[in-house]
C-alpha cells in the first residue's frame, strides 16, 4: 500500500513540474517495446540530473550504463549547443534501441556511445578535456573500480553521482552479501577514506520503490 502511496505522489509532483517532452516520452516507449528492462531513472530523477547539470553549468557529462538513453537524453537536453555527453554500454541490443531513441529525440550529434563492458573500455577511455558530470548506473560490482577511473577524467568541482545506492536498505545491512550491495558498500568505504571528495547519500522512495543516490564533489 505504501508503494501505491509513493507512486501517487511522484505522479502528482511530476504532473506539475515535469513538461512534456516527446523525445523522452518515445525513449521510454521505444525501450518497453524492444524488451529492455524497466530500470531507466524515473521521470524525477532524469530532471533533478538535468537541473544539477545546468546548476553547475556542465558542458560534458559521462555516463555508466545506458540502457535504451533515457537518462543520457536528460544529459544531452543539459548541455549546450557545443557540449557532448559520452556513454558507456555493455549490451548491443540495448546500445541499438539507445541510438534510435537518441535520434527521434534529436540528440544524437550530443552523444557518442561506448560499446563493450565499461570495466574494459572506461580505464582505457582517454579524453583531453575532463567532465563536469559522471552518471554511474551500471554494474554495481564494479562501482569502485568505475570511481577510480572517473576521479582521472572528472573536473575539480565535478560531481559523480551513483544511482542505487540504498537498495531498501539491503546496503546498509551488512548480513546481505549480494553482489550489488557489497558493491556499493564497497565504493563507499572508498570514498570515506578518500581526501579528494566530500560525499553524502540522499534516500528516494517513488514508483521505482524505496532507494537512493550518492553525490559525490571532487575538491
Ligand atoms: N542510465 C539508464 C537510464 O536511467 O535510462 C539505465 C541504466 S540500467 C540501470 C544499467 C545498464 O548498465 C544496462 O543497460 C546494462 O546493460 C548496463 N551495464 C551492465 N554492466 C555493464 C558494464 N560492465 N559496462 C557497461 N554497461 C553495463
Redesign the pocket.
Known sequence: AIQKEWTRVEDFNNGLLIPNDSGLDT?RKT?EEAG??D???SPN??RFLYLLAKSIGARRCI??????????I?LARAVPLDGHVV?????EH?AKVAQKNFHSAGVSEKISLIL???????PKYESKEKFDLA?V???KE?SSLYFKELKRLVRKGGVIIV??VVRRGKVADGTQLDSSSSGVRDIMHVIRDDHDVEATVINTVGSKGYDGFMMVYVK
Open positions: 525513449a525501450s529492455l528492462p530500470i531507466a531513472v530523477e532524469g555516463e555508466l550504463g545506458t540502457l535504451g538513453g533515457y537518462s543520457t536528460w556513454t558507456f554500454e555493455l549490451h540495448h563493450g563492458s565499461a570495466r574494459e573500455t572506461l552518471f548506473d551500471a554494474d564494479s544511482d542505487n
